[in-house]
């Protein structure tokens, strides 16, 4: 061979191997968790390290700039992340990698995961619940009790922000994430059925079950049967399902996603670790900063049960790649 076709010949080479390196990884799934407590595997399990030991042990970290912490992606297209708490550190990582090169999220199917607070009326320790609305509870005009007359509301939304306060999942997603994950089987703990008991409503007794429900994002860890009712009124204002869930960061960052890429491949995924409000033989301070012994329990069950839940959706989105790649497959007859 020449001399000149040969080192030709090895440039192409070289060249098709940069460009091939320099693809991005086409993300089917991305998890994105709020916070770990301590390292991603071999001590006390946070928000991240269950997904993380499932599918990311062998996975090197991709540094992104701009992003909290590192993202993991597997060979076959599941990435996931620690994204940070409150709406401004978890939406600001999303927009980071987001806008990554070495990340492609045409396609992708995001699950926002971590634990939450549940109003004992309608919800319970370590259950797992989808959400079919995310509403803010910030956006807006508030004012103390005593400025009203007693029973007036203390919450006005503030126009401009209509489009950005309430969102409405895809229904179709959902019911998929229902259909594959509602039979899943979970794990209680004795702390958390005793703790149940010190709470008279009936939905506060129940085992741990996978449902559906509005999740209100708040900055602030609201609590109290008084906060709990001005959540609730807000779902209502603004048209959604009940309030079940209070979280800090999914509205923020389906905004971000929403801007990129719409909100029909984004699913919330929360784990109910506490509830919004003490029983009614305690303050709200007391329910805040509680005697030893007197916590929930029920917080190692929780995390896992989120990604039992969760892993059976990711699983059979990847399995049936080429069903959901363009778009939420149409529901099987019943």
Known sequence: MPCLLRWTLILLLALTARLQAAEPTKVKVFVGAMFEIGKNTGDRAGEFQHWYEQYWMNSPPIEIKGA????????DGVCGAVLGMGKVASSSSVQAILLSPALDFSKTYFILSGVAGTPPSRGTIGEVNWATWLVDYDLGHRWAQDEVKPGEPLFMPRKGYEKIRVYQLNPT??????RLSGDTKLQDSPAAEAYRQ???????????????GTHMTGDTFFHGPGMSAQAQYIAKLYGADDYVITEMEATAITQVIARQYGTDHVLSLRGAVNFDQGNPNETTLQHLDPAPGQTA???AETVTNIELVGSRVVDHIVADWPQWQAGVP???AQ
């Not at 590192?70 to 060979?75: A, G, Q």
């Not at 997603?173 to 229902?178: F, N």
């Open 173 to 178: 997603l959902v019911a998929w994430a229902v």
């Open 297 to 299: 329990g029920g917080f």
């Open 330 to 332: 149409p529901l099987p």
């Open 198 to 212: 010190r709470y008279p409503q009936d939905a506060a007794h129940h085992a741990p079950f996978v449902g559906t």
């Open 68 to 75: 909290l912490n590192p993202v993991y992606c597997n060979n």
